[in-house]
């Protein structure tokens, strides 16, 4: 079993950051690629931003410059940094994980998702 824990969601002004964290627990033989994923009230789920085992980042074109994902691997965990918010932000985030729990099995797994809400 594997689990993915999110936090640092809230409610902030425009213009304010915001940090998320997502935790992966379990049995984990490995995580490859990790990403960040929100879906706002009547829209579709969309990709925010994405990094590879190696580092490699992609961003949605919306947040650009604005937010930055980062991992840290000895703790299984993945960031989001999230800064000049706007209320077009907000939304349910949720963290995105493949994880080998074997040489042969991999599981594409979901946190339970955070708030973040941003006040004009």
């Known amino acids: 079993q594997v689990q993915l824990v999110e936090s640092g969601g809230g409610l902030v002004q425009a213009g304010g950051s915001l940090r998320l964290s997502c935790a992966a627990s379990g049995s984990i033989n490995s995580i490859h690629n990790m990403a960040w994923y929100r879906q706002a009230p009547g829209k579709q789920r969309e990709l925010v931003a994405a990094?590879?085992?190696?580092?490699?980042?992609n961003y949605a074109d919306s947040v650009k410059g604005r937010f930055t994902i980062s991992r840290d691997n000895a703790k299984n965990t993945v960031y989001l940094q999230m800064n000049s918010l706007k209320p077009e932000d907000t939304a349910l985030y949720y963290c995105?994980?493949?994880?080998?729990?074997?040489?042969?099995?991999?599981?594409?797994?979901w946190g339970q998702g955070t708030q973040v809400t941003v006040s004009s």
């Open positions: 995105n994980a493949h994880i080998a729990t074997s040489r042969t099995t991999y599981l594409d797994s």
């Open positions: 990094i590879s085992t190696g580092g490699n980042t």
